[in-house]
């Protein structure tokens, strides 16, 4: 599919001072293999499902393409090093709604920053650029560190529930309550790049879904 085609979903690029948020390319294969089999991040975020490099490779190709989400890399701006991805999925276009899920590539890869700026540059696109009305999403209520993160940029707590005997906590962040806070601290709209304009928290590969692709 073309820029045009995809309309709001088309892929941008988000510059932020620490990270840089991208389309995928195909020279992501071998970072994203890793990404999906760091076991630190599986066991964070409940992953057990496996994929071949053939499956993984297949989906980041796919990426560009993909209509109504957006996957984005996580590049580190210090190093151009893929850091992780950032994603919007599970749009509801009658609630005008999406999912949000960020993982990063593995454990030293975390405290630098990236995952809040990419969490705020994924967040004002969303209610910009795509137009959404809400962004939710479940993390695992033993991941504190999470949580924190997620309440720092404006999302809170609206449910929990138990699957296989590990607890979920939903949060959920409106574009209302982004824009109050957003000019409560004066926080600027992040540039997007892309052909039509100038310019899980689950791991990777929805692991919601347990599935590449979905």
């Given at each position: 599919?073309?820029a045009?085609?995809?309309?709001?979903?088309?892929?941008?690029?988000l510059?932020?001072?620490?990270?840089?948020?991208?389309?995928?390319?195909?020279?992501?294969?071998?970072?994203?293999?890793?990404?999906?089999?760091?076991?630190?991040?599986?066991?964070?975020?409940?992953?057990?499902?496996?994929?071949?490099?053939?499956?993984?490779?297949?989906?980041?190709?796919?990426?560009?393409?993909?209509?109504?989400?957006?996957?984005?890399?996580?590049?580190?701006?210090?190093?151009?090093?893929?850091?992780?991805?950032?994603?919007?999925?599970?749009?509801?276009?009658?609630?005008?709604?999406?999912n949000?899920?960020?993982?990063?590539?593995?454990?030293?890869?975390?405290?630098?920053?990236?995952?809040?700026?990419?969490?705020?540059?994924?967040?004002?696109?969303?209610?910009?650029a795509?137009?959404?009305?809400?962004?939710?999403?479940?993390?695992?209520?033993?991941n504190?560190?999470?949580?924190?993160?997620?309440?720092?940029?404006?999302?809170?707590?609206t449910g929990?529930?138990?699957?296989?005997?590990?607890?979920?906590?939903?949060?959920?962040?409106?574009?209302?309550?982004?824009?109050?806070?957003?000019?409560?601290?004066?926080?600027?709209?992040?540039?997007?790049?892309?052909?039509?304009?100038?310019?899980?928290?689950?791991?990777?590969?929805?692991?919601?879904?347990?599935?590449p692709?979905?």
């Amino acid at each position: 599919m073309t820029a045009e085609s995809l309309g709001a979903w088309a892929k941008p690029t988000l510059r932020g001072s620490r990270a840089v948020l991208r389309p995928y390319r195909p020279s992501d294969v071998d970072a994203a293999w890793e990404m999906v089999n760091e076991p630190v991040g599986a066991a964070l975020t409940g992953t057990d499902a496996t994929f071949t490099r053939e499956q993984i490779a297949e989906w980041v190709l796919s990426r560009p393409s993909a209509p109504s989400r957006l996957d984005l890399v996580i590049e580190e701006v210090a190093t151009g090093e893929f850091a992780g991805e950032a994603v919007l999925n599970g749009f509801d276009a009658v609630a005008s709604s999406a999912n949000y899920r960020i993982a990063l590539r593995g454990p030293d890869w975390y405290g630098r920053g990236l995952g809040s700026e990419a969490t705020a540059l994924m967040v004002a696109h969303a209610f910009t650029a795509v137009g959404l009305s809400r962004l939710t999403l479940d993390v695992r209520a033993d991941n504190p560190r999470a949580i924190r993160a997620y309440a720092k940029a404006g999302f809170v707590e609206t449910g929990r529930d138990v699957s296989e005997g590990t607890t979920w906590v939903d949060m959920e962040l409106t574009r209302e309550a982004w824009l109050r806070r957003r000019g409560a601290v004066g926080a600027a709209t992040p540039a997007a790049h892309h052909p039509l304009r100038s310019g899980t928290v689950r791991t990777a590969l929805d692991a919601e879904k347990r599935a590449p692709g979905q």
